[in-house]
T-cell receptor, first 115, second 113 residues
Framework: GAGVSQSPSNKVTEKGKDVELRCDPI?????LYWYRQRLGQGLEFLIY????????KSGLPSDRFSAERTGESVSTLTIQRTQQEDSAVYLC?????????????FGPGTRLTVL | DAKTTQPPSMDCAEGRAANLPCNHS???????VYWYRQIHSQGPQYIIH???NNETNEMASLIITEDRKSSTLILPHATLRDTAVYYC??????????????FGQGTILTVHP
């Protein structure tokens, strides 16, 4: 079956512009996660959605970052007024229930470059 | 927050076992240990996970010490295609997002002929 997909695969933008990144999770997965990976670094948690519960936004680095998810489907991560330090690969993952014993399935990521 | 530490790089000869260590200095009793690997320009690929017991699947084995402060990922017969960055991670202890993962910095494993 289809895995997690993300679009665009690459995004180059100018400093100060807004960007929207999209994630399509595996069908039926209630949990969806966004992570950020800076060059040569590990993954940093950004935000977590679980069904219709309020999202855990504790990893968002600033109020320029926001994310939405409609039900148990697509999610979009929005970065407003982008800065050069926002340059990174943004990874989305989904899991069946969000329980800690459920593995997370990752998408290929969106590489964001802010000039 | 969880603190996981890994060596930055390791080498392994093709056909030999690769043993990748991870220290989990702040892990608590109900946090799972996960291992993922990442090949250049791809998303992380799940390998294995465990809580207290050692685990084995078709890809690898996971050894977790009794105090749970360290784990070792074992690739029994490394191939050139196993060259990748290997990340250990821990789930959250509880609360509203106890499935979220906190990753180490990764170990670059190079398998050479």
């Amino acid at each position: 079956g289809a895995g997690v997909s993300q679009s665009p695969s690459n995004k180059v933008t100018e400093k100060g512009k807004d960007v929207e990144l999209r994630c399509d999770p595996i069908s039926g997965h209630t949990a969806l996660y966004w992570y950020r990976q800076r060059l040569g670094q590990g993954l940093e948690f950004l935000i977590y959605f679980q069904g219709n519960s309020a999202p855990d936004k504790s990893g968002l680095p600033s109020d320029r970052f926001s994310a939405e998810r409609t039900g148990e489907s697509v999610s979009t991560l929005t970065i407003q007024r982008t800065q050069q330090e926002d340059s990174a690969v943004y990874l989305c993952a989904s899991s069946p229930t969000g329980a800690p014993y459920n593995e997370q399935f990752f998408g290929p990521g969106t590489r964001l470059t802010v000039l | 927050d969880a603190k996981t530490t890994q060596p930055p790089s390791m080498d392994c000869a093709e056909g030999r076992a690769a043993n990748l260590p991870c220290n989990h200095s702040t892990i608590s009793g109900n946090e799972y240990v996960y291992w993922y690997r990442q090949i250049h320009s791809q998303g992380p690929q799940y390998i294995i996970h465990g809580l207290k017991n050692n685990e084995t699947n078709e890809m690898a084995s996971l050894i977790i010490t009794e105090d749970r402060k360290s784990s070792t990922l074992i690739l029994p017969h490394a191939t050139l295609r196993d060259t990748a960055v290997y990340y250990c991670a821990e789930t959250n202890a509880g609360g509203t997002s106890y499935g979220k993962l906190t990753f180490g910095q990764g170990t670059i494993l190079t398998v050479h002929p």
